[in-house]
């Protein structure tokens, strides 16, 4: 299914573009039917870079990352994001995925499979620029997952609030972030810098070389990008973020 939609953020910036967005489906691995969107912009080839938005726990990805979408789209990114089978409403968004599973109880780690048919849906789409993995909360941890056993498809890894700790148990992102020969770029709000792991978890990053980022303000997950949720301006967030991106996708 087609929609087109008014992008917001290029009508602020003088433009009166329209971007594409398909709702589509895929298949895991392991027979689970996963929906998505992909979004484009005008004038974007399939060879531009590409970022495959995951969301955090309890969540969906138009609830999670609808406000972000056409900021990114603006800066010339395809997406490509998907409802993960563990999630939920916590956006006041519907998470397909989920519904389709029925009364299936699945952890975390369970949702690795899930990222795979992303990424494999994208190339199978005929989308082959360089590539970011976007997670937030619990999809931060499994990107690095995701980064390490397809090193030859990830370009960079952008991680909001990667989950740690027993909910993640067989999946932690420190058990592989050592592997991760990507950038990296980890994010936290500052109120999560008083969580007992987090600390560590950020040394850790950081005497492994990779990039670390401490939003203030700033909210869970992916949503510290949205002005909204954190009832303050994200600029100097949206910035390091950004200037990642630019700097890693090329």
């Given at each position: 299914?087609?929609?087109?939609?008014?992008l917001?953020?290029?009508?602020?910036?003088g433009?009166?573009a329209?971007?594409?967005?398909e709702?589509?489906?895929?298949?895991?691995?392991?027979?689970?039917?996963v929906?998505?969107?992909?979004?484009t912009?005008?004038?974007?080839?399939?060879s531009a870079p590409?970022?495959?938005?995951?969301?955090?726990?309890?969540?969906?990805?138009?609830?999670?990352?609808?406000?972000?979408?056409?900021?990114?789209?603006?800066?010339?990114?395809?997406?490509?994001?998907?409802?993960q089978?563990?999630g939920?409403?916590?956006?006041?968004?519907?998470?397909?995925?989920?519904?389709?599973?029925?009364?299936?109880?699945?952890?975390?780690?369970?949702v690795?499979?899930?990222l795979?048919?992303a990424?494999?849906?994208?190339?199978?789409?005929?989308?082959?620029?360089?590539t970011a993995?976007?997670?937030s909360?619990?999809s931060?941890?499994?990107?690095?997952?995701?980064?390490?056993?397809?090193?030859?498809?990830?370009?960079?890894i952008?991680?909001f609030?990667?989950?740690?700790?027993?909910?993640?148990?067989?999946c932690m992102?420190?058990?592989v972030s050592?592997?991760?020969?990507?950038?990296?770029?980890?994010?936290?709000?500052t109120?999560?810098?008083?969580v007992?792991?987090?600390?560590?978890?950020?040394?850790?990053?950081?005497?492994?070389?990779?990039?670390?980022y401490?939003?203030?303000?700033g909210v869970?997950?992916?949503?510290?990008?949205?002005?909204?949720?954190?009832?303050?301006?994200?600029?100097a967030?949206?910035?390091?973020v950004?200037?990642?991106?630019?700097?890693?996708l090329?």
């Amino acid at each position: 299914m087609r929609t087109t939609v008014l992008l917001a953020a290029l009508l602020a910036a003088g433009q009166t573009a329209l971007a594409d967005t398909e709702s589509v489906t895929m298949q895991t691995t392991d027979g689970i039917t996963v929906h998505g969107e992909i979004y484009t912009a005008p004038g974007v080839t399939k060879s531009a870079p590409l970022i495959l938005l995951f969301h955090q726990g309890g969540g969906d990805s138009r609830g999670e990352y609808a406000p972000l979408v056409p900021r990114l789209l603006a800066e010339g990114y395809n997406l490509v994001a998907i409802d993960q089978r563990r999630g939920g409403d916590r956006f006041d968004g519907d998470n397909r995925t989920l519904a389709g599973v029925g009364a299936a109880e699945y952890s975390y780690c369970d949702v690795m499979p899930d990222l795979e048919a992303a990424l494999d849906y994208a190339r199978e789409r005929g989308f082959d620029g360089p590539t970011a993995a976007w997670g937030s909360s619990y999809s931060a941890a499994l990107v690095f997952r995701l980064a390490s056993a397809r090193d030859d498809e990830i370009d960079a890894i952008v991680a909001f609030s990667p989950a740690s700790g027993e909910p993640m148990a067989g999946c932690m992102p420190e058990d592989v972030s050592a592997d991760v020969r990507q950038p990296v770029l980890a994010l936290r709000p500052t109120r999560e810098m008083q969580v007992p792991y987090v600390p560590g978890q950020m040394a850790l990053f950081e005497e492994q070389g990779h990039r670390t980022y401490v939003a203030d303000p700033g909210v869970h997950g992916s949503s510290m990008l949205n002005e909204a949720r954190v009832g303050a301006s994200v600029d100097a967030t949206w910035a390091v973020v950004l200037g990642f991106l630019r700097e890693n996708l090329r």
